[in-house]
């Protein structure tokens, strides 16, 4: 990937908040048959206010809230994971909704950065972007595109395979599977979050009875509709015993709160832009040495104390790209 | 091509709109976050926050002219939002000559935190700024379109009105004085190896 790319990569989403001015600015057009120019709604104070009103009707300590069109010195107070989770499912909710068909796939670009962690102090730091693409109903085989282990500066592709040919469509784990079945498996989930935390299983190969913080990780990692994504959200702020850190960063080195809940040795925060409360991306981190084996031998992380994962873009792809 | 393929494209929507004129909103939920990262990552936040709805409302208004062999509306909508940072050009000469000075980078987070700043001042971004200050207009159009990453070389002909093959064209001539300006290295093609320090 070159410098302009790059470039691209770092400019950050526009926030809920420009979005839905710029929706409500068109939808005025429409309903009045696009005949005159609806002048620009400087809506966005009051937009934040709204936000801001969801925190405070939970209540919680009010919360300074900025777009991205900035303004004003900032303030940040502290909040509760409650707080924090509350809000992220008010924005999730505003998000623009993809409706990716079966035959298509979801295409996540997300950077990784490594580092030594306190398990791994001769690890040495890396970063690399990643792009994935995963079939909507799990019917295909998907392709993860990153950097060459021996070659960086050129990039490998790895088929991400159907795991279970015989099983019927949409296939468990796929996005189309999760639209249908996480809201039940949310519910049946909810009396779970009174008892003690399951233990961590950073596999893959988890089973769909229990809830786990890992688990709900890798939900959002990937693309949900924004209302299963808020739903999501609204399962986690029920969840006892997460900390919250304000001043974490995520894997561009930006500011971002991080909601953590440590178990099975590890630590695993879910971290979310410190202005705009979008969920921005993950960070593991090792708080033992890890055990050999399982799906990370292969992977230029490897062996790090921690690893950070920012998602840089979703969108819906019809094919696969052609090999590089 | 399925019927579901014509009830989701974009081409769908954008005749849905002619009877329902609401439904083009789904249009703006499908795009409107690439339309925004491309138009801040040349006329900075600040405008582009301003000029992302004005690219919708102007494609609403264009719509009963949209090619209806087209599904995907994405390159309609980059030539919009193109047509609309040319009425710009001054402002956008301006950020980069700015970033080539400063290493700043008003496109990418808040300049309060300080992480912007920093991660523009490394590397060869102060240069890269500078030479696409000095592009043509209609070269650096097909260059930053290119590094979106959304369209291919048809879908920025389609965009900007050119044939493909000048589409190649001012490409090539842009790399051509991209790799002068940045001492061989070519903006779109960099090796990994800079970002596993």
């Known amino acids: ?324 | 091509m399925t019927a579901e393929v014509h009830q989701h494209s974009d081409k769908a929507i954008i005749e849905r709109s002619r009877r329902d004129p609401e439904a083009f909103a789904a249009l703006y939920d499908r795009h409107a976050p690439a339309i925004h990262r491309y138009l801040a990552r040349r006329l900075g936040r600040d405008l582009a926050d301003d000029l992302l709805a004005e690219t919708f409302l102007r494609a609403f208004r264009q719509r009963d002219r949209y090619n209806p062999e087209r599904l995907n509306a994405l390159p309609w909508l980059y030539g919009i939002a193109t047509n609309l940072i040319g009425q710009h050009r001054r402002h956008e000469v301006r950020l980069w000559r700015a970033m080539a000075r400063t290493g700043a980078d008003p496109a990418a987070i808040s300049a309060d935190e300080g992480v912007a700043d920093r991660v523009a001042a490394q590397g060869v971004r102060p240069d890269l700024a500078r030479a696409l200050s000095r592009l043509e207009r209609g070269q650096r159009d097909v260059l930053l379109l290119t590094a979106s990453g959304d369209l291919s070389p048809a879908e920025i002909g389609a965009a900007l009105g050119v044939a493909t093959g000048t589409v190649h064209s001012r490409l090539s001539r842009a790399r051509t004085k991209m790799r002068e300006a940045l001492g061989g290295i070519d903006p779109l093609d960099i090796g990994e190896e800079q970002l596993d320090g």
């Open chain 1, 1 to 324: 990937m070159g410098e302009l790319h790059r470039m691209y990569d770092e400019v950050p989403p526009p926030s809920p908040v420009v979005l839905a001015e710029g929706r409500a600015r068109l939808t005025d057009l429409a309903r009045d048959g696009g005949r005159r120019n609806p002048r620009p709604r400087r809506t966005r104070g009051l937009l934040a206010v709204g936000l801001a009103g969801v925190v405070t009707a939970a209540g919680a300590v009010a919360i300074a809230v900025q777009g991205s069109d900035g303004g004003g010195a900032r303030e940040f107070r502290p909040v509760s994971a409650h707080e924090v989770l509350t809000r992220a499912a008010a924005v999730a909710r505003l998000e623009p909704e993809l409706h990716p068909r079966p035959d298509q796939y979801l295409y996540v670009r997300s950077v990784v950065a490594w580092g030594p962690g306190r398990t791994a102090p001769n690890k040495p730091r890396g970063q690399q972007t990643r792009e994935r693409w995963v079939s909507v109903d799990g019917s295909r085989t998907g392709l993860l595109r990153a950097p060459c282990r021996r070659q960086p500066a050129k990039s490998c592709d790895t088929p991400i395979a159907v795991e279970d040919r015989s099983a019927p469509l949409p296939r468990p784990g796929s996005h189309l599977w999760l639209v249908r079945q996480l809201p039940g498996l949310l519910k049946r989930w909810k009396p779970q979050l009174d008892a003690p935390a399951p233990a961590a299983t950073p596999g893959r190969d988890r089973p769909f009875g229990t809830w786990s913080w890992y688990g709900m990780s890798d939900f959002v990692q990937g693309y949900l509709p924004p209302g299963l994504r808020a739903q999501v959200f609204e399962f986690l702020s029920g969840v006892p015993r997460v900390k919250v850190d304000e001043h974490a960063t995520d894997a561009l080195g930006r500011p971002a709160i991080a909601l953590t809940q440590n178990s099975g040795g590890a630590r695993l925060e879910l971290l979310f832009d410190r202005a705009t409360y979008r969920y921005l991306g993950s960070r593991f981190l090792d708080l033992t040495p890890r055990p050999n084996g399982g799906d990370w031998t292969d992977e230029a992380e490897s062996g790090a104390g921690e690893v950070k994962t920012t998602i840089l873009q979703v969108k819906v792809a019809d094919r696969l790209p052609s090999r590089s």
